[in-house]
C-alpha cells in the first residue's frame, strides 16, 4: 500500500477487503485446525507436529512484521512531531519563519497524517497473507 494522499481513499477501501476477508478465511481455518487440535489433545503422540508448530510459527511471524509495520509509522510521527518542535520553538525565540519552511512543516504533517490513517491496512498484511494462504490449503 502506498501512504500518499492521492491514494489513500483507495487504501482504506483495499483495507476494509482485506479485513473481511481475513475474518471469512479465520472462519474457515478455525474450522479446518480445531479438529487437528483435539486429536493432539486426545493423542499427542500421533498428533500432527508439523501443523501444530505452524500455528505458533505463523503467528509470531505475523505479529513480528505488523510490530516493524508499527514501529516504522510511530517513528515517521515521531520524527515530524520532533522538526515541528524545533520550529515552533525558532518562532516562539522570535524569529522568523520563511514561507518555504512553514510548507515543510506543512508537508511533515500531512505525510505523518496519511502515514497514521495507512498503517492499519499495513499492519493487516501480515495477517491476512498468512490466513488467506492457510484457507486455501487447508481445503
Known sequence: MAANPFSLWLD???????????????????????????????????????????????????????????????????????????????????ALLWPHEWMAIMERNVAAAVALMAMPGKMLVPYHSAVTANDKRLR
Open 12 to 94: 482504506l477501501f483495499q483495507t476494509g477487503v482485506r479485513a473481511a476477508e481475513t475474518m471469512v478465511s479465520t472462519q474457515n481455518v478455525l474450522l479446518a485446525r480445531t479438529p487437528i487440535l483435539l486429536a493432539a489433545w486426545q493423542s499427542p503422540f500421533t498428533a500432527d507436529g508439523k501443523e501444530l508448530s505452524l500455528m505458533v510459527s505463523e503467528k509470531l511471524d505475523a505479529f513480528g512484521k505488523a510490530s516493524q509495520v508499527h514501529s516504522r509509522g510511530t517513528r515517521r510521527l515521531r520524527h515530524a512531531s520532533d522538526a515541528n518542535a524545533r520550529d515552533m520553538r525558532r518562532l516562539a525565540s522570535g
